[in-house]
Nanobody, 116 residues
């Protein structure tokens, strides 16, 4: 079992920045990937960014150049630094942890609202 705690969501004006943090605990010894997904109202959950190692990252096209994902494998944490935020980034953001199996675990979600 893996437990996930997220923090850092909130409200910001367009062009602003936010930083999301996620910490995994429990049986974390075989984690392979950590990342972030998001789900906007009326839309399917989509990948935002994911790290399959400390340096190998994949981003969805709409956030490339604006969002940066980072991971500390020793601490089992993953962060998402979001800049130049747009109203279209408004969504609930979910931390995702993938273990060998594969077995996936989701955080409870944190709201990000971008509005003037």
């Amino acid at each position: 079992q893996v437990w996930i705690v997220e923090s850092g969501g909130g409200s910001v004006q367009p062009g602003g920045s936010l930083r999301l943090s996620c910490a995994a605990s429990g049986r974390t010894f075989d984690i392979t990937s950590m990342g972030w997904y998001r789900q906007a109202p009326g839309r399917q959950r989509e990948l935002v960014a994911i790290l399959t190692s400390d340096t190998l990252a994949n981003y969805t096209d709409s956030v490339k150049g604006r969002f940066t994902i980072s991971r500390d494998s020793a601490e089992n944490t993953v962060n998402l630094h979001m800049t130049s935020l747009e109203p279209e980034d408004t969504a609930v953001y979910y931390c995702y942890v993938l273990k060998v199996g594969p077995i996936g675990y989701w955080g409870q979600g944190t709201q990000v609202t971008v509005s003037s």
